[in-house]
C-alpha cells in the first residue's frame, strides 16, 4: 500500500473521520491531523463568506507535495483534501493527516504538510467581507 493514500480537491464536504481513517495503521504510534475551517475574520475584518478556486493542476501539485513530505519523514500514511467552491463561516476548508511511528514525527510531517500545501498547491481563496469588499488570496 502507498503511503499517500487519500489525496482530493472536492466540491462536497470534508469528513475528518474520512482523512484520519484513511492514514489509520497498526505501526503507526501518532496521527497527526489539521482540519482547518473558515472564520468569521481576517486581519480585524469580519468575513461573511469566502469561495476557493482550484487549477486543474491542484490534484497532482497536492500528491506532488504529499510524496515530498512523505520522503522526508517516516511518514506510514498521508492524507489532504482540500474543499473548492462556496464555504460558509464555520466549514472545513482542508482536512490533512500524517501517521508515523512516533508521535513528534506525525506532528512535524503534518506541519511541513500544511505549510507546503498553502504555499504550493494553486489554490485560491477569495474572501467576502461584512463592509461589501472582497479580496483575492493565493494559497489556500
Known sequence: MSVVRLIAVRESELSVDEVRAAVADPAAGGIALFAGTVRD????RGVSGLSYSAHPSAVDELRRVAEVVAEKYPVIGIAAVHRVGDLAIGDLAVVIAVSCPHRAEAFDACRAL?????????????????????????GA
Not at 117 to 135: A, R
Open 41 to 44: 475574520s481576517d486581519h480585524d
Open 114 to 138: 500544511i505549510d507546503r500545501l498553502k504555499h504550493e498547491v494553486p489554490i485560491w481563496k477569495h474572501q467576502q467581507f461584512g463592509d461589501g469588499t472582497s479580496e483575492w488570496v493565493n
